[in-house]
C-alpha cells in the first residue's frame, strides 16, 4: 500500500537544483532519498510536458529493485509506468509506452543500436544512477552515453561517492553533464591542467593533483553539481570503526614474504604481475588462496577471530563483506560447524530473486550473519533494519565500494549506532590497503565539504 511523501527541506533544494540546471549532479550521502527525488524532478517535468519520457541508467540491481519499489510506495507517483530494459522480454519493453525505463550500463550497447535510424526516441530525459560507472573515458559505456547525448534534453547525475578514488573521477561525470565545458573535452587536457605527472618504472604515469587543483574544480563544477551530507539533514547514530588484528603462523608469514620479495624485487616488473601479486597475498592472509588443484588452505587466523566475533554478537545479525568466493564457501562452513548457521551468499551468481528474499529475510532480523561481496551490494540495497555490525574479512581497495557497502546499514532508518569491524593480519598488505582507503576518503570529504560551503 502506498503512502504519502512529504519532502524534507534539503529534498525540495535538491530538486529544485535538479529543475533549474539540464545537466546536473546530486552528490547525495546514501539515505537522504535521490531515488524519490529524482521521481519527483520527473513528475514534474512530464507534468510541465518538458519531456516525453525517461531513461534510468543504473545498477542491475537498483533496476529491478529500487526505481520500481520507489514509485510504487508513494501515492504521488503510483501513476508513473516503469519498465526494465533487462531479459527476454526487454523489446517488448522498450516498445511500450512507459514514463521511465530502467537499464543496466551493459545493456547501453543494445538499447542503442535498437534505436539507431530512429527518429524519435522514446526517452529525451537522461538520469544516470551512480554516476561513478561513467568516470572512465575509455569504457565502452561511457562512450556510448557520449555520443547519444545530443538525443537528450537534459540530464542528471546520482551519487554518493563522487570522487572515491580522488579528482580525476570527477572528469567523466562532469564532461557527460556539460559537454565538456567545465572541465574540458579530453582527459589528459584535464589531467595536465590540474595535475602533477610522475612516471612510474613499470611504464604509466601517476597523476597527483596540485595545491590548488581542489579549489580550481570545485569552482568550476559548483554551478551544476550539489552535495549534501546526512549528517548535516539526518540524525545518524554513532560510527564506530574496529580493527582487530590477527598474527599469521610463521611458515606463511615466511611464505608471504618470499612471495613479496619474488613479485617486488625485479623494478622491471609489469602492472599485471603486480595486480597478480597483491591478489595472491590478500590470499594469503585471508587463509587460503587459488593452486593448480583448487584452492589451497594455508591458515585459519582470520576465520578464528571471526568465530570469536560471531559468538561475542550473541544473535545479533552482521553483514560480512568477502573479496573471494573460497572465502564465503570457508566461513560458511565454519559457521555451520561451530554455530549451526546456515549463512547465505549475496555476491556474483546469485538472482534477484534470491537477493531480495535474502534481503527481506536480514531486514526481518531472520539472518545472524550474511555473506556478501562488496561490488554486489554496494548500491541500491537498504539493510540497516536488520543490523548494526558490518566484518570486513577481506578489505578492497576500491573506497567507493567500502564505503557504500558499509553505507547499507549506516544511513537513514538505523536506530543503533554501526560498528564497522576489519579482520587485519599484522604487516600485510591489509594495513596499506586500509591506509589507501583513508587516504581516498580523505580527500573526497575534504572536496565535498568545500563544494557544500561553496553552495551554501
Known amino acids: 500500500m502506498s503512502q504519502n511523501w512529504t519532502p524534507r527541506d534539503y529534498q525540495v533544494t535538491a530538486a529544485q537544483h535538479a529543475l533549474y540546471n539540464a545537466g546536473a549532479a546530486l552528490f547525495l550521502s546514501p539515505g537522504l532519498g535521490k531515488t524519490t527525488i529524482s521521481l519527483a524532478v520527473i513528475d514534474a517535468l512530464r507534468g510541465a510536458k518538458q519531456i516525453r519520457g525517461t531513461l534510468v541508467i543504473a545498477p542491475l540491481r537498483v533496476c529491478y529493485s529500487v526505481w520500481p519499489r520507489e514509485c510504487a510506495k508513494w501515492t504521488e507517483f503510483t501513476h508513473l509506468s516503469i519498465g526494465v530494459l533487462h531479459g527476454k522480454n526487454k523489446r517488448d519493453v522498450l516498445n511500450t509506452r512507459h514514463d521511465i525505463y530502467c537499464i543496466n550500463p551493459e545493456g547501453l550497447e543494445w538499447l542503442f543500436a535498437m534505436l539507431n535510424g530512429v527518429k524519435e526516441w522514446p526517452f529525451d530525459n537522461l538520469i544516470i544512477d551512480e554516476s561513478t560507472k561513467f568516470k572512465n573515458t575509455d569504457t565502452v559505456r561511457f562512450k556510448a552515453v557520449r555520443n547519444a547525448m545530443p538525443r537528450f ?159 561475542e554478537q550473541s544473535g545479533e545479525p552482521m553483514l560480512v563483506a568477502v573479496s573471494f568466493k573460497h572465502e564465503a564457501d570457508a566461513i560458511a562452513a565454519m559457521l555451520k560447524k561451530k554455530f549451526k548457521i546456515d549463512a547465505p551468499y549475496l555476491g556474483g551468481g546469485i538472482s534477484a530473486k534470491k537477493s531480495d528474499e535474502i534481503v527481506q529475510a536480514w531486514n526481518r532480523g531472520d539472518l545472524p550473519v550474511v555473506l556478501a561481496h562488496p561490488t554486489s551490494v554496494a548500491h541500491g540495497l537498504n539493510l540497516q533494519a536488520g543490523g548494526h555490525t558490518v566484518c570486513w574479512f577481506t578489505l578492497t581497495w576500491s573506497q567507493e565500494e567500502y564505503d557504500q557497502f558499509n553505507r547499507r546499514v549506516y544511513r537513514q532508518g538505523q536506530s543503533r549506532g554501526v560498528v564497522i569491524h576489519h579482520i587485519m593480519a599484522s604487516d600485510t598488505v591489509d594495513g596499506d590497503v586500509l591506509a589507501a582507503l583513508q587516504g581516498k576518503e580523505a580527500v573526497q570529504a575534504k572536496f565535498l565539504s568545500q563544494l557544500k560551503r561553496k553552495a551554501a
Open 153 to 311: 534534453k537534459r540530464v542528471l547525475e546520482l551519487t554518493g561517492t563522487p570522487a572515491a578514488n580522488g579528482l580525476e573521477d570527477l572528469f567523466g561525470q562532469v564532461r557527460l553533464l556539460d559537454d565538456g565545458a567545465r572541465l574540458g573535452k579530453f582527459i589528459t587536457h584535464f589531467r595536465r591542467e590540474y595535475f602533477n605527472e610522475q612516471r612510474h618504472h613499470m611504464g604509466f604515469s601517476i597523476w597527483t593533483p596540485r595545491a590548488d587543483t581542489a579549489d580550481r574544480v570545485r569552482a568550476k563544477i559548483s554551478d551544476i553539481c550539489l552535495y549534501m551530507s546526512d549528517k548535516d539533514h539526518l540524525s545518524m547514530p554513532d560510527l564506530i570503526y574496529n580493527n582487530i588484528a590477527v598474527e599469521l603462523p610463521d611458515a606463511v608469514r615466511s611464505a608471504y614474504k618470499k612471495v613479496e620479495k619474488d613479485f617486488f624485487s625485479d623494478l622491471g616488473i609489469s602492472a599485471a604481475h603486480a595486480a597478480a601479486a597483491q591478489m595472491k597475498l590478500r590470499q594469503m592472509v585471508g587463509g587460503q588462496v587459488y593452486g593448480d588443484d583448487g584452492v589451497v588452505v594455508l591458515h585459519s587466523a582470520k576465520l578464528d577471530a571471526l568465530e570469536e566475533l560471531v559468538e
